[in-house]
């Protein structure tokens, strides 16, 4: 029995997706349960207006993924490592002080979600499913070994099709959403306003830079980092361009599947209210039929096992290179207790807030404030580092990344602000 496993795990572990790199990780964790409220509510409340986005939102975020995998490939280390070496003390310990506590209520909102959509499909009870899921993901983290954990969640992110599945069996006038996605009508009242701010915010998040550049140092396996040795660099750099805007366009496209869905479905409906993805789910049903329902619902479910772990994982590769101390999924626990505290504590703390008086709700809507704060000064700090050759040696990003990078950080900025911005 163990020899037939470990023979279908080898195969598993030989198949194409299994030699991807972590952009496609990161891209489907970027589409996690708070993401597809975010997106169902715009496609719900806007119907196919604020398609656009996505065409947009797409090279800004691969630019600036693309940069932080860069970072960690070339100097063999992740972002608060280099922040660590860079820049003042304040700076790193804000920055990753902030997203501890943003990442924490990010988990919190998208195992709710989890148990949530767990309890629509099966009828078990949401706490007690929300409970196994974060139990199960937290076991799969510590006890097994990062080459083998990472096949596991490559596919899982197969999950994304699930929302193209969708379109299968709903209605769209194809022509109609091309053309407002090419050329929108574009309104500029604060309704339209917050939900522009929320789709970037979605898309461009903090706890992503974290672990994609951390992600690259982990898949280095001991090799000599670029800046120290630069043989490979042509093949590792077009690796991580190809890794990084493939997986990046893999997130976008969903994204943009999830509102098309929404619009055609509940937009079209008059269903405008929708606060998560459990309730876009099952607000499905009566309008599409249960197979898509079933379809986003288990779309939710992996991309959810996804995000939970990217962002416990962010947490501590983050604290754990900001302390000194050691860290690495592939490490084992004994070897790295720091990281996988930090992990342990991020889950669990985010499981608690389930049973506290905190609303889901509440706890993803401080989390993008905390997102706004700490997104466009680390990103200013992220440019710096790459076009640093003090940092990157003789492996800068280039020009017209750094350029992408630029409008990414003031199109985050503006959000920022907007956020802000009563009414």
Aim: hydrophobic share 55%.
């Amino acid at each position: 029995m163990r020899s037939a496993l470990k023979t279908i795990w080898l195969r598993i572990g030989k198949h194409p997706l299994a030699r991807v790199g972590p952009g496609l990780i990161t891209g489907v964790a970027d589409d996690d349960p708070s993401g597809i409220a975010t997106y169902s509510q715009a496609g719900a409340q806007f119907g196919f207006g604020m398609l656009w986005t996505m065409p947009l939102a797409f090279p800004l975020m691969a630019a600036i993924q693309s940069i932080c995998a860069r970072i960690g490939r070339v100097t063999g280390r992740g972002l608060a490592a280099n922040i660590k070496e860079s820049f003042h003390p304040a700076v790193l310990f804000s920055v990753v002080g902030l997203l501890l506590i943003a990442n924490i209520l990010n988990i919190a909102a998208d195992v709710a979600a989890l148990g949530e959509v767990s309890e629509l499909v099966t009828g078990i009870d949401r706490h007690l499913a929300t409970g196994l899921f974060v139990l199960g993901s937290l076991a799969l983290q510590v006890l097994v070994p990062y080459h083998r954990y990472v096949v596991f969640l490559k596919w899982l992110t197969l999950s994304l099709l699930a929302y193209a599945l969708v379109l299968f069996v709903v209605h769209v006038p194809w022509s109609e959403a091309l053309a407002r996605t090419l050329w929108p009508h574009l309104t500029f009242d604060r309704n339209a306003a917050a939900m522009v701010v929320g789709v970037f915010g979605t898309t461009i998040s903090p706890y992503l830079f974290f672990w994609q550049a951390s992600e690259e140092v982990e898949d280095m396996q001991g090799a000599a980092p670029l800046a120290a040795e630069g043989k490979a660099a042509n093949r590792e750099l077009r690796r991580i361009r190809w890794d990084t805007w493939t997986g990046m366009f893999y997130s976008d496209l969903t994204a943009f599947f999830i509102m098309l869905a929404t619009a055609v479905t509940l937009g079209a409906a008059g269903v405008t209210k929708i606060e998560t993805a459990a309730q876009a789910a099952e607000a499905l049903r009566p309008l599409a039929g249960n197979l898509a329902y079933i379809l986003f619902a288990l779309g939710i479910i992996g991309v959810g096992l996804i995000a939970v772990p990217v962002l416990a994982g962010s947490a501590g590769y983050a604290l754990c290179e900001a302390m000194g101390w050691k860290w690495g999924l592939e490490r084992k626990a004994e070897d790295a207790r720091g990281f996988y505290g930090v992990i342990a504590v991020s889950i669990l703390a985010g499981l608690v807030i389930q049973y506290s008086p905190i609303s889901p709700m509440k706890a993803l809507f401080w989390s993008a404030v905390i997102n706004g704060v700490v997104a466009v000064p680390l990103m200013v700090v992220i440019l710096l580092l790459a076009s640093r050759r003090s940092v990157m040696g003789d492996y800068p990003a280039n020009r017209p990344l750094l350029l992408l990078g630029s409008i990414a950080t003031l199109v985050m900025g503006a959000a920022a602000v907007r956020m802000f911005i009563p009414g």
